[in-house]
């Protein structure tokens, strides 16, 4: 895993190339897979990396992909717009998507 990439489409595709296949969608209290029909709550999963990405002309193009690990092994991606988490999912997934948690 690199420790930064260019664009959101080349860290997407060279992490699916590591293993994080699946596609990651927040929900009320973690994350779900709707390829697998199957969801997560927050203390089922770890995020171990994100990048930031911020959109040249248009701030409101701004993301963060986050690496995630479930604890069954499922290995995946988030992509989110920056903040729209505010009040819509738990605390705790909050605190677990938090990136000042992190030490890059």
């Not at 990439?5 to 990651?24: H, N, V």
């Not at 390829?35 to 995020?47: D, H």
């Not at 995630?68 to 505010?86: I, Q, R, W």
């Amino acid at each position: 895993m690199k420790k930064g990439y260019d664009t959101l489409s080349l860290a997407i595709e060279d992490l699916q190339k590591e293993g994080y296949t699946e596609d990651f969608n927040l929900v009320d209290d973690g994350i779900e897979s709707k390829n697998l029909k199957k969801q997560w709550n927050a203390g089922e999963i770890n995020v171990t990396n994100y990048f930031r990405f911020e959109g040249m002309t248009n701030p409101g193009d701004n993301s963060i992909l986050y690496v995630v690990e479930s604890k069954d092994g499922t290995k995946g991606l988030l992509v989110d717009a920056y903040g729209v988490y505010d009040g819509q999912i738990s605390q705790e997934m909050i605190d677990k998507l938090n990136v000042n948690n992190f030490v890059k």
